[in-house]
């Protein structure tokens, strides 16, 4: 790890971090050339056994998740339907998603284990935790498994913080690559949950629009911010203090949970963003910035993304340590390498649309000129096409 002055850099604090990894979580297989694949653990087990690495973190013991837990996010008839997958060999759900019969135990303990390492970060008895679980959860909707995704975990988490361990209100916040369809609609008009989502723009699952700001009493709580490809460690740690930030600290959560997709990683085969792995442990400093001002730390990471296995293992080890305070990454020095250009458009927009919303949007004061909103219309306009 490369040397910095230390003038520059918060202190770090040394904190209790839990991980949930569990070898059964590997026995959900798709078809052999699926990226969302068992390797995918494979290479964070084989990370956290590092000397370097496992001595510092506590392990959490993943337990399927109750039915009572599910139905709070799921149809019963849906998970009628999941559950039956354990007896047949191969069921297809989408052309991106199906099942074999290890699926289902691996997909109650994946959203099993988050809620057990809410618990744990609830009661005290850790700082904050992550979740290494598979399947994936946020494209999965009430009824409907897709893009990779079973059960919403992430969902099944704040439902359960909520109505198991009685906090009031939860921020998500998702940095994967894609849209997190099925959360955006768990929460669409609760007041109670705030859904903040970074997404490549016309891609999977098309859904994200930044005018999709929730319904009813819950509009204002969904913030998208469909971005086009090319965006970097400079660009995402920007959106995050300059909007996320301002945004978080005004609905002061009590527990935050990041749906952690690394396919916006620089090397990722699904991608075409340029993430690196100083870049997301930046991205969790921030993260952590906002749970330390609102809910004593309280943090939560579940994985969703990330298919290039060797950028997924050094991401995530990143991710862990800056959890853990054994590193603390310079923010202010990797939002010096944004490119402003990138940045104009979509800060404009959403103080424009969400301003109205959260106030201390109105500040980020961003002005463009009616040729600066053509030219960046026709960026937009160009990568649409060529999508």
Known sequence: MSSTPSNTLEKATVRRTGIVIDPRCGNHCMEADAPECPARLDVLQAMLREPAMGRHFVEIPARPVVRRSLEEVHAPAYIDRLEATAAQPRVYFDEDTS????????????????????A????????????????????????????????????????????????RRILIVDWDLHHGNGTQNCFADDPSVLFFSTHRAFAYPYTGRLRDVGKGRGKGYTVNIPLLPGFGNGEYLALFQMILSPIALSFKPDLVLVSAGFDIHVDDPMGGMRVTPEGFA??????????????????????????????????????????????????????ASADPRRLAYPLWRVQRIHGRYWPPLADLGVRLSLMDRFRSLLTWWGAYLGS
């Open 282 to 335: 930046g991205l969790t400093r921030l993260v952590m910035n906002i749970a330390d001002a609102c809910c004593r730390g309280k943090l939560v990471m579940s994985l969703e993304g990330g298919y290039g296995l060797e950028g997924l293992r050094d991401s995530v080890r990143r991710v862990l340590r800056e959890m853990a305070g054994l590193q603390t990454a310079d923010t202010a020095a990797l939002m």
């Open 120 to 167: 744990k970060v609830h009661t005290g008895a850790l700082d904050n935790a992550f979740a290494l679980v598979r399947p994936p959860g946020h494209h999965a909707e009430r009824a409907q498994a897709k893009g990779f995704c079973l059960y919403n975990n992430v969902a099944v988490g704040a439902r359960f913080a909520q109505h198991e361990l009685g906090l």
């Open 99 to 118: 099942t074999s019969p290890g699926s289902h135990e691996a997909a109650l303990l994946a959203a099993g284990g988050l809620c057990r390492a809410i």
